[in-house]
């Protein structure tokens, strides 16, 4: 187990729970980004694309049988795992996981990402932890930033964080001092709507924007637009005026509702209009914010 000092604490890393990297990203924080995601989410939403992202493998071995490549079996401890040589990525097992999950997520130790970065350092402008839901597995998040920090061919490289916001302040606490930015989601500002959409109330998410704004460390607000649900008008002007009484030139990135990815029971509901997101972008600089994006 490695060990960093951080903040007055000393910060135990061992591994972290990882789905995925992807080496080049345009769209998750500012210019090119190493982006690392992160398996388990703490909430269950509706609108999620990437359902199998939401909880850990239970190693059911319902995907051992169907796996067209025969590349899933069972190790030594009864856990799920994946032949990397003859794993396909055909998703299969994805597609039939009984719990929102997939065997090939991964225990990755902290060296061995930084490697992955430095590796292409020269080519980014930063890292970027997502999920799933980052905040979960914040000692390995702070581990990993305070190690790129620490090295001066990597101190460059900025850190963000691309989160729900629901974590506490003990949480962000842990990640200001080698955090650069925060891109938080906010699905709804009435709690009703919220737990609809999420099955979590909002409270910590609203108190996630207003604790990173006070730090200078929200770097954006995306205001996901489902249609029927939470782009009324009203209610978009309402939100806007709540995120504009906290800071006047935050960065506000509403995100079109896709069905893409969904699971099969919200297959059903209709994905955002790109007439209707450019009215309620109208609406939110309306309310006096001049950084408005569309995605």
Known sequence: MEQNHQAGRTLKVAQGHINDVTRFSSVDGPGNRFVVSLQGCNFNCISCSQPYLINECSSCGQCVEPCPETALYFDGHHHVVAD?????????????????????????????????????????????????????????????????????????????????????????????????????????????THIAITGEPNVRVLNSIRYLAEWDRLWEVRLLMIPGMNDDPAVVARTAAWLHDIDPSMRINLVGFRSAGVRSQYASMRDAEPGRMATLADIVRGVGFDRVAIT
């Open 84 to 192: 990397e040589q003859e794993c396909t990525s055909c998703n299969m097992c994805i597609e039939v996981c009984p719990s929102d999950s997939t065997p090939l997520s991964e225990m990755l130790r902290l060296d061995s990402l930084t490697k992955r970065i430095a590796d292409v350092a020269h080519f980014i402008s930063g890292i970027t932890v997502s999920g799933g839901e980052p905040t979960l597995q914040s000692d390995f998040v702070a581990g990993l930033f305070c190690a790129l920090k620490c090295e001066e061919k990597l101190s460059g490289l900025t850190t963000f964080v691309d989160s729900n916001g629901h974590a506490t302040r003990q949480t962000w606490e842990r990640l200001l001092p080698v955090m650069d930015g925060a891109m938080i989601t906010l699905r709804a500002l009435d709690p009703e």
